[in-house]
């Protein structure tokens, strides 16, 4: 059992996996993203800033919301986070579509090795039925 105490509350809980936060801080944590949401909705061109002081949450939390792709804003409006690789400003997420793209095409590289030929396996050795004794002290 991991118990941890709630990074935001101070309560202790039972620690499973993601956020150090226990149960009641997460279901606040999901109405203020709800709200949060709404208002995004209704003011699309709202900056971080405003957003933040409006629905009472911090901007740190904001962009998390973004690179977990939970928020984006339109297309239209200034507000945005810098994509982990090449510090581009994106909208939603953690890295830009060409980051991404160079991202998987390195991983397919590697996955599929180009020009190399394929590696044989040396022949086992012939294996005899025998009976095998762990213990030979007889």
Sequence with gaps: MNVRNC???GRIFNYVTGQSICSQCKKDLEVLFKETRVFIRRNPNASMQEVSESCKVEIKQIKQWIREERLSFSKDSDVGVECEQCGTKIKTGRFCEPCKASTLKD???V????NSAPVESSPKPEVKNQMHFLN???
């Design 107 to 109: 991983l397919n590289s």
């Design 111 to 114: 996955r599929q090795p180009q």
């Design 7 to 9: 990074n935001k509350c």
């Design 136 to 138: 030979k002290d007889r």
